[in-house]
């Protein structure tokens, strides 16, 4: 029994070979799998590392594309607002107008029988002109559809007309629905009088339509610090306009997204500030850096190229015949002959003849 037990003892003392070799080969494998884990935890901190910095850049360039393109859209927008403030409002100085506009402008609007006009550029339902000079025309017959012919032959009309009080306009373009592809502009504008009841309206004269606006972007750059341009610029919101009811011009600011109210006067004397060697009143702000520390393009870069708008005609023309007291569903219509069509006299700025009217004279 001792030499059995003895035996026994010396058999469980000794190592197995078989089993160290396992162990070894066990504590390999475990430190192998330990490094690789390490090394595949190492490469997918700096996968996940890299995925980060290349989503922020992506993130980055995104916001920065997002905030050019609504820097552009409202740069067209604002371009768009002043155009059509000067159309209503009836701009007459044409060095005004090259600075929002291509000297040969293109201008289309639906056929309005309440205005006459040339025959010969109509096409479809719509009136096309082509320069500023005739631009700045349609701008007069607006003018004066505006400014003369709401609440003519009442007592309100003439009453108005005595104490020099003028039809004031707002004119908006709506941003909600803007949009911009290039150089083109998409979106809706409206136009309201602010006074029509007091000039003899029942209520006040309000349409709506949309807006197509192409502009020249060739030289569309950002401004250096100290880039100096002529007077005069335009950069601020479309609310921005001229107010012409005293000798000179003056800038009128107002609430974002709608034009001023800019009443129809005669145009200021020789001896304004228009006519003399200082430079021209600015609408809007001065270009240079944005609110948000964005360097902003030069406005007067950008330059419309060509305007489209329509509006339901006849729903403006039924409000007209309402809100008129005095008027008939004839007298909205003008009879588009050389004989019988208002004659709108011009002569250079400042001077400006507008008569017209033989049966209401301007006064």
């Known amino acids: 029994m001792s030499a059995a037990s003895s035996a026994a003892g010396f058999t469980e003392g000794r ?3 078989t089993l160290e070799e396992t162990r070894r080969r066990n504590r390999e494998h475990a430190k192998r799998t330990r490094m690789r884990k390490r090394e595949y935890v190492e490469k997918l901190e700096n996968t996940v590392k890299h995925l980060v910095e290349e989503k922020s850049r992506r993130d980055h360039s995104r916001s920065l594309e997002h905030s050019l393109q609504q820097s552009n859209l409202e740069q067209l927008r604002t371009r768009v607002a002043e155009f059509l403030q000067f159309l209503f409002t009836g701009q007459p100085a044409q060095q005004w107008w090259l600075h929002i506009a291509s000297a040969n402008v293109r201008f289309s609007s639906p056929v309005t029988p309440f205005r006459s006009h040339n025959p010969f550029s109509v096409s479809s339902g719509m009136q096309t002109v082509v320069g500023v000079v005739d631009v700045v025309k349609e701008a007069a017959s607006w003018s004066l559809f505006f400014g003369h012919w709401l609440g003519c032959d009442t007592e309100a009309w003439k009453r108005a007309r005595l104490e020099s009080q003028k039809t004031k306009l707002e004119i908006q373009v709506w941003d909600k ?9 998409y979106g809706s504008f409206s136009v309201r009088t602010l006074n029509a009841r007091t000039c003899g309206c029942k209520e006040d ?8 606006a192409t502009f020249d972007m060739i030289t569309r750059a950002p401004l250096e610090s100290n880039n100096k341009q002529a007077a005069p610029k335009s950069t601020g919101a479309p609310t921005d306009v001229i107010d012409r009811t005293q000798s000179g011009f003056r800038k009128q ?9 800019s009443t129809f006067s005669a145009p200021p004397s020789a001896s304004s500030n228009m006519a003399s060697d200082t430079p021209l009143p600015q609408i809007g702000t001065v270009p240079g850096l944005s609110a948000n520390g964005r360097e902003r393009a030069s406005p007067t870069d950008v330059r419309v ?3 489209e708008i329509v509006f339901d005609v006849m729903s403006l023309m039924q409000h007209l015949v309402w809100a ?3 008027s008939s569903p004839q007298q909205l219509y003008v009879p588009n002959t050389r004989s019988a069509v208002t004659n709108v006299s011009w002569s250079q700025f400042p001077i ?5 009217n033989q049966r209401h004279p301007s006064p």
Do not use: C, K, R, Y
Request: aromatic share 4%; net charge negative.
């Open 324 to 326: 008129n007291p005095a």
């Open 15 to 17: 190592e197995d070979p």
């Open 205 to 212: 004269i309000a349409f709506h339509g949309m807006v197509h």
């Open 253 to 261: 600011p107002s609430s974002t997204g709608a034009a001023t109210p």
């Open 177 to 185: 629905d803007a949009q911009s592809s290039g150089p083109n502009f």
């Open 305 to 307: 190229t060509s305007l």
């Open 352 to 356: 400006l003849v507008m008569d017209v």
